[in-house]
């Protein structure tokens, strides 16, 4: 009789030492504080507030994106997207200031382009959109967040 009494019990009890377990593991998460910096001045349309929370992230007039499909990103593409970025800069006497995030495994990246002149950025971006029209691993995106 003392038996089928352990038998029964000690199964309940490995259940709630189960249960308070996974209630510890719960509560020790942690959650970070995130922040979002600007590294240059921007217009003010240029931010996005999100529903319920106060973080706001700023948009960058052009993102410039290279991405990989399994094999990595395209280094032909990357190479001529600097070689567009420098003949532009020459032709117009300037020099386009951009913030460069790797975010992949295969080495995709995004360059982001912050600034004031909108109208500059425009024509790069058509250069840039004309000139990688066919190839699939590189977008061209205007007022659109960076990644972290």
């Known amino acids: 009789m003392i038996l089928c009494l352990l038998a029964i019990v000690t199964p309940s009890i490995a259940k709630r030492q189960k249960k308070v377990k996974k209630k510890k593991a719960k ?25 319920s929370q106060e973080e706001k992230k700023v948009l960058s007039q052009l993102v410039v994106s290279f991405v990989s499909r399994g094999y990595g990103v395209d280094m032909k593409a990357v190479d001529d997207f600097f070689y567009l970025m420098n003949q532009f800069n020459e032709k117009n006497h300037l020099t386009l200031m951009f913030d460069h995030k790797v975010w992949g495994r295969e080495g995709e990246r995004d360059y982001c382009f912050v600034g004031n002149n909108q109208l500059l950025i425009g024509q790069f971006s058509n250069e840039l959109k004309k000139h990688f029209a066919n190839n699939k691993l590189v977008f061209v995106k205007e007022n659109t967040p960076c990644k972290k």
């Open 27 to 51: 509560t020790s998460v942690v959650m970070k504080d995130t922040t979002f910096t600007q590294l240059a001045p921007t217009p003010p349309s240029a931010t996005i507030s999100f529903n």
